[in-house]
């Protein structure tokens, strides 16, 4: 299995927010069920066969931002980035409902990412895995060997 190490460097976009978005803070029982929902429905449509489990300290983590992603004022994805310092993000997790694909989330929400966190001043966002489709993002990157 080969894995490669990928990032954005934020300085090489120029995306806007097309997305309805804004961030998750109030971590109670219903909002709770409801990024777990997405997250169980997410991993159900793609046919993971491993998956890592959502735990609710991920969500309330200080260092994590939670960002929910709104259809007609629905929660239908959220990521979850988490912050290294002032100037390194990973893109940790994102998950959506899939109930109108045609909207494109995936990529959608990762241009949002970049004009929201180029914004807030950080140089570069991590995406670890390189798919392939990430490829086409503007400032992307394949990670090399220390030096």
């Given amino acids: 299995m080969s894995y490669q190490f990928a990032r954005i460097d934020l300085s090489k976009t120029n995306y806007s927010t097309k997305v309805d978005w804004a961030y998750i803070t109030k971590f109670d029982t219903e909002t ?43 929660l239908v994805a959220f990521s979850l980035i988490r912050r290294y310092d002032e100037h390194n993000a990973l893109c940790d997790q994102f998950a959506w409902n899939y109930s109108k694909p045609k909207l494109r989330l995936g990529i959608e929400t990762m241009q949002a990412e970049c004009a929201i966190y180029k914004e807030r001043g950080f140089q570069y966002l991590y995406l670890e895995q390189a798919h392939l489709y990430k490829a086409d993002m503007d400032g992307f990157e394949i990670l090399g060997p220390l030096e």
């Fill in 32 to 74: 709770l069920a409801k990024l777990d929902d997405i997250y169980r429905t997410y991993c159900t449509y793609k046919r993971f066969a491993s998956v890592m489990p959502m735990f609710h300290s991920r969500y309330t983590d200080p260092m994590t931002d939670v960002i929910g992603y709104y259809d007609n004022k629905k």
